[in-house]
């Protein structure tokens, strides 16, 4: 059985990785939740302390960006595009029916996007980062339903 890291260890080991440079803060959650899976609240004071800084302002940078996580992400995410050509395009529909198909599944986060650059091939989302474009409730589901496999 192999174990996980302790990321305290882990966030140590990345902020040395940056030379212990406050500048690089965002470059250290980002690896952070790209070794992890998310941002735990148990590495922040590791952070704070490797940098010299203090620990709100770790916290601060690290809980205004939306993309940073806490807790481990589900096993599939659908960023599904919310902004105004995909909405014209069915969007909101489309968000209403794959919510009421889903069933509030633990293994599927569905979270709203503001434009994915896709807006000639409306609506669109990203299923575990891969664009997904032209979509309806079937393809968008069966996109998912291929994620979890």
Same mark, same amino acid.
């Given at each position: 059985?192999?174990?996980?890291?302790?990321?305290?260890?882990?966030?140590?080991?990345?902020?040395?990785?940056?030379?212990?440079n406050p500048a690089a803060l965002l470059e250290i959650l980002h690896?952070?939740?790209?070794?992890?899976?998310?941002?735990?609240?148990?590495?922040?004071?590791?952070?704070?302390?490797?940098?010299?800084?203090?620990?709100?302002?770790?916290?601060?940078? *690290?809980?205004?960006?939306? &993309?940073?996580?806490?807790? !481990?992400?589900? %096993?599939?995410?659908?960023?599904?595009?919310?902004? =105004? $050509?995909?909405?014209?395009?069915?969007?909101?529909?489309?968000?209403?029916?794959?919510?009421?198909?889903?069933?509030?599944?633990?293994?599927?986060?569905?979270?709203?996007?503001?434009?994915?650059?896709?807006?000639?091939?409306?609506? *669109?989302?990203?299923?575990? &980062?891969?664009?997904?474009? !032209?979509?309806? %409730?079937?393809?968008?589901?069966?996109?998912?339903? =291929? $994620?979890?496999?």
């Amino acid at each position: 059985m192999t174990v996980a890291p302790n990321p305290e260890d882990v966030a140590a080991a990345i902020c040395r990785r940056h030379g212990d440079n406050p500048a690089a803060l965002l470059e250290i959650l980002h690896d952070l939740q790209a070794a992890t899976g998310c941002v735990p609240e148990a590495a922040l004071p590791t952070i704070a302390k490797s940098l010299n800084i203090a620990r709100a302002e770790v916290h601060g940078v *690290a809980s205004f960006y939306h &993309d940073f996580r806490t807790t !481990r992400p589900p %096993a599939v995410v659908v960023k599904l595009c919310r902004a =105004e $050509a995909c909405q014209a395009m069915g969007g909101e529909r489309l968000a209403g029916t794959v919510a009421a198909a889903l069933g509030g599944a633990d293994e599927v986060a569905v979270e709203p996007v503001y434009c994915l650059g896709l807006c000639a091939l409306a609506p *669109a989302a990203l299923v575990n &980062d891969r664009p997904a474009a !032209r979509l309806t %409730a079937e393809r968008l589901l069966e996109l998912v339903r =291929e $994620a979890q496999s």
